[in-house]
């Protein structure tokens, strides 16, 4: 499995980003593909994924209302619609495929076998 991010940047506070994962490879409809991030000196925070082969979806506290997972069967790709993006969110964006997925203590959590994109960087300033 490859996955391959694009769509990260520098925006205002308040702008959107949308982010694209692209994957290729055995992927099953049982499968979660997400997106984490990881802020300079804090640990990994996982904020949204979906059950591929399923319209259930799971969201961080930190991204309800804000950001928007959604999913381009035709192209094998999972988006990330950002808005509202404040300076908090600015961090290396990683998408990824896992086996198992939910939402534990307001954080996206996936597990099970993995693969992850290298990231993206995004900028709030």
């Known amino acids: 499995v490859q996955l391959v991010e694009s769509g990260g940047g520098l925006v205002q506070p308040g702008g959107s980003l949308r982010l694209s994962c692209a994957a290729s490879?055995?992927?099953?409809?049982?499968?979660?593909m997400g997106w984490f991030r990881r802020a300079p000196g804090k640990v990994r925070e996982g904020v949204a994924g979906?059950?591929?082969?399923?319209?259930?979806?799971y969201y961080a506290d930190s991204a309800k209302g804000r950001f928007s997972i959604s999913q381009d069967d035709s192209k094998n790709t999972v988006y990330l619609q950002m808005n509202s993006l404040n300076p908090e969110d600015t961090a290396m964006y990683y998408c990824?495929?896992?086996?198992?997925?939910?939402?534990?203590?307001?954080?996206?959590?996936?597990?099970?076998?993995?693969?992850w994109g290298q990231g993206t960087q995004v900028t709030v300033s």
């Open positions: 490879g055995e992927i099953y409809a049982s499968n979660c």
């Open positions: 979906k059950r591929i082969g399923r319209g259930i979806t």
């Open positions: 990824a495929v896992h086996q198992s997925c939910s939402v534990v203590a307001g954080t996206y959590r996936a597990g099970g076998r993995e693969y």
